[in-house]
Structure formats: C-alpha cells, structure tokens
C-alpha cells in the first residue's frame, strides 16, 4: 500500500537542475571558521523534546548533553534537560551499554518518562555501541517493569548538522511509535521542521481552522515556551501525545514543511510507504506564495475554503506589502542558516522587493541551489549565488565583495553586521543576543506579517539613527 | 503504556539513591561527603567534560588559536562562549575546529589538523596555537603530538596538543590538562626586567574586566603584574610568568595545577586568594603585602600600609552604598551552585553583608575538604550539595523557599521557572563582580533580582491569595480544552 506523494509546491525535476550561476567550486578550507551549522545530536533533543512525557537522552560523554542544554536553554530560555550516560575511560574501552542501561532506568524512575529519546553521539557511534541491541537486551533484562518506550535514533555528530538528527529523530518516531494500522482518525499529520514554539501553535491554529485536529510531530510549542509554575514539572507538560503518534498511520494526510528534506526518507514517506497516508510536502510557509502553498493543501485534504480570518490575515499583509515596500525596495541581503529557512526567507525575501545576493548554509549536499530557484524563480530576476558546507569566515568574505545592506539569520551574523554596521533581521535558531526568540514569529500570513515590520522598523531605525535630520515622520 | 511508564517513575524523592551521599544537611549527622565521583548516568548533572575544563582554562588567552580538532560540535558550543574580555587581541573570540567528517574518522584526522593549523597560523599570525583533543580523537588515534609538533616547527611559534577527550573524566582532568599545555610555555621568555615585587593572577578570566579590577589594586599598592593566567592572557605574559615572585591563585581548580607545577619547577610559591565579596578581597590584598613585607622587607617597607590606606578607601566608598541596599534584602535567602567550591565560601560570606542567609550551597567539583569548610561557615539547617542536577535543585529551591539563585546559564532556567529571583556568576557574566566595585555590582544585581515587583504574580506568591482561574490554568487543562 502506497501513499500518494504529492509534491505541491516542488516541482519533481529538482534534483536534476543544476546549481545556477558561476562554476563556484565551494569552500577549500580544512579549517572550520565560526561554524554556520550545528551538531548532529542537538537536533534529535530538540525532536525529542516535543513529545509528551519524553526526556532526551544522549550516549555518550556528559559534556555533548550540559553544552547542548546550555546553547538550547540560551535561546529558549526554559529548562531543558538533557539526560546522559556520562560515559567515562572504561566505558569507551568496554562499551556503553551498562551505563546506557543504567541512565535508562533512572531517566524513567527519576523523571517518571513514559519516553525516552536516546540520540547517539560521535563517542558511542566511533566504539561501535549497538543501540538497537543494546535496547532489546534492556527490554528483556528489565521486561518485569513497565518501561517507557524508548526510541532511537544514530546521530554521529561527524556526519551532517542538527537538521539531520531533528529529522532523523522525527523519522525515528515515526519508524519506531507508529508500528500498527490503526483505525481512519480523520486528523492530519504535520511535521513542520525546526520552527519556533509560537510557529507550531500557529500552524495548529490554522490547521484547526480548517476543521481538522493536527497531529504535529514534534510539538515543543508548550515544552519549549511553557508557563510559570507552582511545580517544578520533571517533564514539562505539552507535547505530542504517545497516543496520537501511534495513530499517525490512520490520519488522512501528512504534510512535511521543507523543501530541502523533500528529496530524503523521513517521517512523512514511511508514514505514506507503510499505511498510505498521503503526503504533501511542501516549503516552509513563509511569505505569501509559500503559505499559499500550504493553505492550498489544507484546502485540498480538508475540502474547505480558507476561513474569512486568515484570508483577512493575507488581505492585510498584501496591505503592508504596499505601504511598506519602498522602504525595502531594492536592499540587497544575505540570508544564511538552516537549509529549509533559507529558502523560506529567501522566497520572502524576493516577493517583497529585497534582492538576496548570497544564500548560505553549513549543510551539504541539500540541493540548495535549485530549491531556490524552484521558489524564486517566478519573482527574482538575477539568482543569488546559493553556497553549501560553508562557515562564516566563507560567508563574510564572499559578502563582502557582494555589498549587502542587509543580514538575515540566527544571531551568530551579529559580528559582520556589526563591522559592516547594517542590519540583522534575527530569525531562526539559535537567537541568543536578543529576547523572545521562542516566541518569533515567521509562519503563515501573520508570521511573514511580523517579519515585515520587523524589517521595516530595522531598516527606519538605521535610517533614521544614521540621519543628521533625525526625521520624525518616516 | 503512558499510565503504566508512569507507573515506574512513581517514586516522589528527587534524590537518587546512589546520590545519597553527595548531600549533606548541616547538623543533621556527621559530616561525610563523596565527592569527585563520575555524574550517574540518566541524572541530568550540572556538569560537563574533560574538553570543557580545559577550554575555559585556556579561552582567555587571546593572542593565541585555539583549534578545537573534532567533529563540529565542541567548537559551535564554546564559541565566544564567555565575557573573557582583552585589551588587544581577540583572536579568542573566534571558534575554530577541523569539522571532522566520517572519511576523517575512518581514515584520520592527521593530515587535515596539519592543514587546518597551516591555513590559521598564515592567516591569523598568533602567538602559539592550542590544539585541543575531542572525545573521537582518543579513539581513532590521531598522534596530536606528532603534528603539532611538525607545525611548530614549519611556523616557528609553539603548537600544543591538549589532551581533553571529553569522556576521560569531568571537569577537573580538563584543568589539569591545560595546565600541563602552559607548561610548556612558561619558562620561555625574558624575565630580567621584572620587579621582584611581582605576581602572577591565576584562576581569574577577566570576565566582565575584573581581572583589570584587581590589578589595579596591585599596582596601587606597588605590585608588577606579570600574566593574568589567563584572564586578558598573552602567550608572552605566559613565557616569562616564571619571573613573577608569587602566583595568587584563585578559583579551587581551574589553574591550581600549574601553580603546583611553577612551584616545583621554579621554586615560586603561590597563595590562594579570592576577588570576591569583602572580607576575602581584603584578605588576599594583605596576603601579598605580608609575603613581601615578609620575603623582601627591603623592598616592600610600608607595603601593608598602603594596602591598609587602599582598602580603607575602597571601603569607604562602598559600605554606604551597601548599607542601603542591605535595607531592602535583610532576611532574605540565597540559594549558591557555582562550578568551583571557592566561590560559593566567598559567595556566602558576601550574602552576610547583605544580611542575606545563604541556605543552599553546592558546586559541581567540590572536594571533601571543601564541602567541610563550606559546612562549618554555614547555618544549620543548610544543604550542601555535589554535582547537582534539576530535579534536586528545584526540590530545595522550593524548601528552603529561596529569594533568589546564584548559578550559571544551566540553572537560570530552573529558578525563573519557579518564579525565583536569579544571578548569572558564571562564565558569561557581563558584569564586574570581583572586587570591592564588585561587591557593590553584585549587591546591585541581587537587588534588581529580588526586589523586583514581578515575584507577586508568579504561582509560588499568587498562592493563598484570592487570584483568577486563568492563573491556575496548567498547560494540560488548556489542550485538552481545545481538543
């Protein structure tokens, strides 16, 4: 039983077109220079913490899980514990697993986890633990419990970025949850990507708009962005429930937000390839013809118009759009970061009048260049130049030649846009320098909406700072 | 199966059974504590590895390349990481690694460290280059050794492998490991214009330019500051810091090592000081005017004196100001869990002068004999605490009924959940804590914190009071209303 797979916005010959432009071999360097890119592991915590009941769990050295929570924590600022099976010396000469074992049964019995998501690191992939077995040896040795269920996933930080184990992390669950046909649930998957908190609970507010209960997988919205307690919670409250992940076989669709992942396995085509559900893989909403994209899905699977309040929403940014476009007319901007978010800001970018002139990612091998140019193809006159496995030291230099008056990305851009003294439009993870970063906004309607004036007000700001006249209407 | 998992994790104590005895509770027994134990498997530690000891040690160093060899992860993490402030070079403030990918671990990661080194030594001309060993390192067997040496000698500077592969212990290894790196560079330089009234400040980061701070003390009372090890660190203050007649060293770990190690090799003495709080900065300062009053009385006639005259201003500056904010914090209680146990003995004796009760203290690497210090200075009744994590943490944050927390990034969060007041003295800290200008910044910050009229709408005071339904609303009751 096949899933159909319908690629709404991502025209099939994308594998095919070949990078645009100028013959650019990539970077030569072996050193790494201020890295545009994260470890593979930190991305599988992040998946993982968007389960409900879920403690994330990383075999290997304690140090991979207190420096993850530390850069994690400074851009969510919400605990976010990371278990470890703080392997030592001896662990590395005679394997991992006791300890793994171990570091089980305490993440359940202490924290009370009804899932555990155990990410490998480059320790325990290079000693060569078996994870898979070691977990079957658990179960049987500790089959008198009733042990939470406990999902894996490899992600050896020397191959890819965090993108690679947050979808392989998603994709584990999948694989690993959703073992069972389960009965038609009339719901909708969604596997959005790394987005921000306020992102998922807009998406769930658009999809529940269109009379569908989502199943959003992974769902940090309230984990990552949670309320003041009375209580210290062990394992914060939200997240996706277990039973609804065990359902996902029997929702009538799934949409998987990226267009960079939809040339890969993931979440969404074992979900098609074993129970049929059909799967719409589309771009990142961001800006009008990549959320009309997404809502033309909804409209497709749920059989309804969109709802006279997001329409409204679309009606007023295309009103924005005019009052505001001059401003921003003609800027030239290097955008870089995560694979999928380049090329969500990037088409945002083009539709408003902002001429991308360098799009960046520490990823390889994404095809990022022709997800570009299948975005932006119909607006930009002239592609940017579009580089991979690139880090900032790469990106500074070719910038500089480009004259940009415009960054936008995490906040790691924060030292060239302060030498070149032009903006940072921050977007994206991880936003350590600013405040409210869990709670940004990009998606749908009103997402492009909050980047527009944020753009608008970054770019009026500088004008007026740097004017003699200090103008006080603008 | 969510119900049933539950099931297992039914037990209600935050404290690990194995953990038992990294906790003590002052006058309830005799004091025994464990300590220097690897972090238990499966407890979220506070902790962090081998590689992260020796990175924090060696990041002030700013003239020099610290090349993280490993898979890109160690070095994303600690870029820029901390508030480690220069006077020139910033060359620390970048992040450098060889991204190992999987043909490098299964073929090496010789040939690529060797280019990487070439590429940066051309490029950014440093000093000397640190070379740091990442957990996948120690196991595939690269010969750091051999190529830094064959890069020293292709670029004529120093190339010094740290041998800090995360899983060869916590913390402490790490410090020793960077110790033993600046070994090798001390010794190397001209001494013959230093001052015999000299010292080296070790364990201090100029975090915020404190180590500026103390400094300026020194060379008030007529002291040469010969390196600060390493806060505001050059590799040629290191090269000729055998020159300098006393190490100050401070911070329980970080650099007490290389102290022990100039003392057997160059026969320098070293005494442990700490910059913070009043009391304990005081102390040092004398500390240093009584050795060389002591050691060169020719020299230093006078020298406790003008110590005595440096702190009496110093003083007199900052008790008024003190005093009044001492007003507002009286009776109020503190909650200390810093990385090195010397900081929490100031840090309580500084809460004193803020009439503030510290009721908590803990650290992730305290020795026995720290943690018995720590339990004589504190009031019965207080927790003294090893190698934490946020389970045990909120649990006696919600106790002992805390006004405000005193940690690192990795507690911050615990404490603002439960609507506790907060102050960063850790690494990232952008404030001047050290010194008596410190004592006033802290006393500043703790004030801000806790004085704060947020605290009246958090749960743990809205409770008892006669407040609305939506602020009892939990996260569970709201989805399930949606749904």
Not at chain 1, 114 to 141: N, W
Not at chain 1, 170 to 189: I, S, W, Y
Not at chain 1, 351 to 359: N, T
Not at chain 1, 437 to 446: A, H, I, K, T, V
């Amino acid at each position: 039983m096949n899933g159909e797979i319908v690629m709404d916005s991502v025209p099939s010959s994308v594998e095919l077109m070949e990078s645009p432009g100028n013959g650019y071999k990539g970077p030569s360097h072996a050193a790494t220079t201020n890295a545009c890119k994260l470890c593979t592991p930190l991305g599988a915590t992040l998946a993982f913490k968007g389960v409900e009941g879920a403690i994330p769990f990383l075999h290997g050295s304690q140090g991979c899980a207190t420096y993850m929570r530390r850069y994690i924590i400074s851009h969510f600022r919400e605990p976010m514990d990371i278990a470890s099976s703080s392997l030592g010396e001896k662990n590395a000469i005679y394997g991992g697993g006791p300890n793994l074992k171990k570091g089980l049964l305490n993440a359940m019995q202490k924290y009370g986890a009804s899932v555990v998501g155990v990410a490998t690191t480059c320790l325990t992939e290079t000693i060569g633990d078996d994870v898979a077995r070691l977990l079957a040896e658990f179960r049987t040795e500790f089959g008198d419990l009733p042990l939470a269920e406990v999902v894996h996933v490899s992600t050896p930080s020397y191959n890819g970025t965090h993108m690679d184990g947050f979808h392989g992390a998603v994709k584990a669950m999948a694989d690993q949850l959703c073992v069972e046909a389960t009965p038609a649930n009339g719901r909708v998957n969604l596997m959005p990507g790394l987005v921000s908190p306020a992102d998922i609970r807009h998406l769930k507010e658009i999809v529940r708009a269109f009379g569908m209960e989502p199943i959003v997988l992974p769902d940090y919205s309230e984990t990552l962005d949670g309320p003041a307690l009375l209580e210290y919670e062990n394992i914060p409250s939200g997240g996706t429930p277990l039973a609804d992940i065990r359902s996902m076989g029997g929702s009538r669709a799934s949409i998987e937000l990226g267009r960079a992942i939809s040339t890969q396995d993931t979440a969404g085509t074992s979900l098609a390839s074993r129970f049929g559900v059909p799967l719409h893989r589309l771009g990142l909403p961001i800006g009008i013809r990549e959320t009309d994209s997404f809502f033309k899905a909804l409209k497709d699977i749920t059989g309804r118009e969109t709802p006279r309040d997001l329409a409204l929403e679309r009606g007023r940014y295309i009103d924005a759009l005019v009052d505001g476009h001059k401003y921003v007319s003609g800027m030239r901007a290097v955008v870089y970061g995560e694979e999928d978010l380049c090329v969500g800001l990037t088409s945002f970018l083009a539709e408003i009048g902002v001429r991308p002139v360098l799009v960046a990612t520490g990823a390889r091998n994404r095809n990022l260049a022709a997800h570009i140019q299948a975005a932006c193809g119909d607006v930009l006159r002239e592609m940017p130049a579009v580089r991979e496995g690139v880090d900032f030291f790469d990106i500074v230099e070719e910038a500089k030649t480009l004259a940009p008056d415009l960054l936008v990305g995490h906040s790691k851009g924060q030292r060239a846009a302060r030498e070149w003294k032009i903006p940072l439009l921050r977007v994206g993870f991880p936003i350590h320098d600013r405040f409210g970063g869990q709670r940004q906004l990009c998606l749908g309607y009103r997402g492009a909406q909050e980047l527009f004036d944020r753009l608008v007000n970054t770019v009026l700001e500088k004008k007026q700072n740097d004017s003699d006249v200090g103008y006080g209407y603008l | 199966m969510t119900n049933t998992a539950k099931a297992i994790g039914a037990e209600k104590a935050p404290i690990f059974e194995e953990r038992k005895d990294q906790i003590h509770r002052i006058g309830e027994g005799d004091f025994a504590m464990a300590c220097n134990r690897d972090s238990l498997a499966g407890a979220v530690s506070q902790r962090a590895c081998v590689f992260c000891g020796s990175r924090v040690v060696l990041y002030p160093i700013a003239d020099a390349l610290h090349l993280v060899h490993g898979p890109i992860g160690c070095a994303a993490y600690t870029w820029d990481i901390r508030g480690a402030l220069s006077s020139g070079p910033e060359l620390h403030r970048l992040s450098f690694s060889t991204d190992l990918q999987e043909l490098d671990v299964v073929f090496g990661g010789e040939k690529k460290l060797a280019k990487a080194l070439d590429e940066l030594i051309v490029r950014h001309e440093p000093k000397a280059a640190f070379v740091y060993s990442t957990c996948i390192v120690g196991l595939i067997g690269d010969d750091l050794a051999a190529v830094c040496k064959a890069a020293s000698a292709r670029h004529g500077i120093p190339v010094i492998p740290v041998q800090s592969e995360g899983f060869k212990g916590n913390k402490r290894e790490g410090y020793l490991a960077a110790c033993k790196a600046m070994r090798t560079l001390v010794g190397t330089g001209d001494v013959s214009s230093i001052s015999p009234l000299s010292v080296n400040i070790m364990g201090d980061f100029n975090l915020a330019g404190e180590t500026w701070i103390i400094k300026d003390y020194l060379t008030r009372m007529g002291i040469e500051v010969v390196a600060g090890i390493t806060g505001d660190g050059r590799v040629d203050d290191l090269r000729r810091a055998h020159g300098a007649s006393l190490n100050l060293v401070q911070c329980s770990g970080a650099t007490q090592d290389l102290a022990k190690m100039m003392r057997d090799d160059y026969g320098i003495p070293f005494v442990r000081v700490s910059w913070i709080g009043i009391e304990d900065v005081a102390e040092s300062l004398y500390d240093v005017a009584e050795h060389f009053e002591l050691t060169r009385p020719e020299l230093a006639a006078g020298l406790v004196d003008r110590t005595a005259a440096l702190v009496r201003e110093e003083l007199s500056t900052l008790m008024p100001r003190l005093a009044e904010l001492r007003r507002d914090l009286e009776g109020k209680k503190a909650a200390v869990y810093v990385g090195g146990s010397f900081k929490a003995f100031s840090l309580v004796k500084a809460f004193r002068h803020l009439g503030m009760e510290v009721v908590i203290v803990g650290s992730q690497t305290g020795t026995e004999e720290d943690y018995r210090e720590l339990a004589a200075i504190c009031a019965p009744g207080t927790i003294v605490v090893d190698d934490a994590n946020p389970l045990e943490l909120s649990a006696f944050i919600k106790e002992k009924d805390v006004d405000i927390f005193v940690g690192g990034v990795k507690e911050r969060p615990i404490a603002f959940k439960l609507g506790v007041g907060f102050c960063d003295h850790n690494h990232e800290r952008k404030i001047a804590l050290e010194g008596f200008v410190g004592m006033l910044n802290f006393a500043k910050e703790v004030h801000a914190s806790v004085m704060s009229p947020i605290w009246r709408f958090v749960p743990r005071r809205e409770t008892g009071r006669n407040v609305s339904d939506a602020s009892t609303a939990t996260g569970a009751e709201a989805t399930g209303a949606e749904v």
